[in-house]
T-cell receptor
């Protein structure tokens, strides 16, 4: 059973460009979470999605950031018009269930975004 | 709002020393608690978790943690560390009643001298 897959592992973008980060959850998992890790900091929750639904986006910046988890295909975290402050490691996690259950989250290897 | 505090940013130990990493959280309701480890160049792995039951939890690689509800603490322990334990350790909490986001502490970097 393959783990959580993320690609690309490393992404370099110039200021103003768009970044698209992909996450394929573990087989059988329908819940996806995105986290951001800034240098020298812990992971910060960004968004929680189920198939075709955003459940909690309380950690998402109000502008330029969006996420989706379509019926088919991976979850996508999209950052428009990137700025240097977006440089970070972005981690995706998946779980088989969500609220109220004893479900642990399994993390992917992360995408390291560098904005030049 | 939930928060997690890890008191030690960087801990340096010699091999065979005992380890205790502190973790406190703030949340009044029922929580799930986790310790994750991130080895150099690798992604997060779950060391151990507490959902309910026995507050003393055993994890992988000889680690254990004790949930003390009255102190809002979930300290990580290992009686004898090895050089291979060099990594970053994250304490995390998830409020059972809310959406399942996990709140992470800022991490403790553990360096083991061979």
């Amino acid at each position: 059973n393959a783990g959580v897959m993320q690609n690309p592992r490393h992404l370099v973008r110039r200021r103003g460009q768009e970044a698209r980060l992909r996450c394929s959850p573990m087989k059988g998992h329908s819940h996806v979470y995105w986290y951001r890790q800034l240098p020298e900091e812990g992971l910060k929750f960004m968004v929680y999605l189920q198939k075709e639904n955003i459940i909690d986006e309380s950690g998402m910046p109000k502008e330029r950031f969006s996420a989706e988890f379509p019926k088919e295909g991976p979850s996508i975290l999209r950052i428009q018009q990137v700025v240097r402050g977006d440089s970070a490691a972005y981690f995706c996690a998946s779980s088989p269930g969500g609220t109220g259950g004893e479900y642990e989250q399994y993390f992917g290897p992360g995408t390291r975004l560098t904005v030049t | 709002a939930q928060s997690v505090s890890q008191h030690n940013h960087h801990v340096i130990l010699s091999e065979a020393a005992s380890l205790e990493l502190g973790c406190n959280y703030s949340y009044g309701g029922t929580v799930n608690l986790f310790w994750y480890v991130q080895y150099p160049g690798q992604h997060l792995q779950l060391l151990l978790k507490y959902f309910s039951g026995d507050p003393l939890v055993k994890g992988i690689k000889g680690f254990e943690a004790e949930f003390i509800k009255s102190k809002f603490s979930f300290n990580l322990r290992k009686p004898s560390v090895q050089w291979s334990d060099t990594a970053e350790y994250f304490c995390a909490v998830n409020a059972v009643s809310s959406a399942s986001k996990i709140i992470f502490g800022s991490g403790t970097r553990l360096s083991i001298r061979p």
